[in-house]
């Protein structure tokens, strides 16, 4: 597996976020946050496709954060 490169932009006022949680690591990464639904639907795109593209193993999400903390999307990556 290929290592994670572990963030690109992340703010944590930010209420979305993409991460991924590794196989072999049980602390998640956040990888990006965006400020909006749009950019962080966007972001979790790129990042599923370089993550499968540089073979990575995990399950990755895009989660809504603070109070109302959720995931929105999730994909498990083989």
Known sequence: MSPVRTLKRSNPGDPFAVVLRPVDSTEPVVLQSARDAS??????DAERQRLKH???VGHL??????????PLLWEWLP
């Open 39 to 44: 950019t962080a639907t966007v972001a979790f």
């Open 54 to 56: 540089t073979h990575v």
């Open 61 to 70: 999400l895009l989660v809504r954060q603070g109070q109302d903390a959720r």
